[in-house]
C-alpha cells in the first residue's frame, strides 16, 4: 500500500495557475506509475493526467492539454501537476493516485491507491 496526501488546492482566479503536490509514502515510490484525476459536483472522476514509473512517459487529458503539465521526483515521493490559464471548468476535487504499472493509464481501475483529494476552485 502507498499512503498518498494531496496539497496545493485553493482559490484563484481564472487564467491563474496553481501547483498540487501528492507526497507518498509506504512502498517503493518509484515502482508506481501516477495519476492525477478529478471530480466536478453531480460528475464523474475523470481522469486528468499521468505519468510512468520513471518519469519519461506522460499523458495529458485533451481538456487540459496544453495547460497542465505532470511531473515527479522520485527522490523526494511527489508528484506534481501545474496548472496554468486555469478555468472555471476546471473547478473540482483534485485526487492523485498510484498503480503498480509502468506506465500511466487514464482509467481508475489500474490504480488502487488514492489520496484524500484537494480542492481546487477558478471563479470567473
Known amino acids: 500500500q502507498v499512503q498518498l496526501v494531496e496539497s496545493g488546492g485553493g482559490l484563484v482566479q481564472a487564467g491563474g495557475s496553481l501547483r498540487l503536490s501528492c507526497a507518498a509514502s509506504g512502498r517503493t515510490f518509484s515502482n508506481y506509475a501516477m495519476g492525477w484525476f478529478r471530480q466536478a459536483p453531480g460528475k464523474e472522476r475523470e481522469f486528468v493526467a499521468s505519468i510512468s514509473w520513471s518519469g519519461r512517459g506522460t499523458e495529458h487529458a485533451d481538456s487540459v492539454k496544453g495547460r497542465f503539465t505532470i511531473s515527479r521526483d522520485n527522490a523526494k515521493n511527489t508528484v506534481y501537476l501545474q496548472m496554468n490559464s486555469l478555468k472555471p471548468e476546471d473547478t473540482a476535487v483534485y485526487y492523485c493516485?498510484?498503480?503498480?504499472?509502468?506506465?500511466?493509464?487514464?482509467?481508475?481501475?489500474?490504480?488502487?491507491?488514492w489520496g484524500q483529494g484537494t480542492q481546487v476552485t477558478v471563479s470567473s
Open positions: 493516485a498510484a498503480g503498480r504499472i509502468p506506465y500511466g493509464s487514464s482509467t481508475t481501475r489500474a490504480y488502487d491507491n
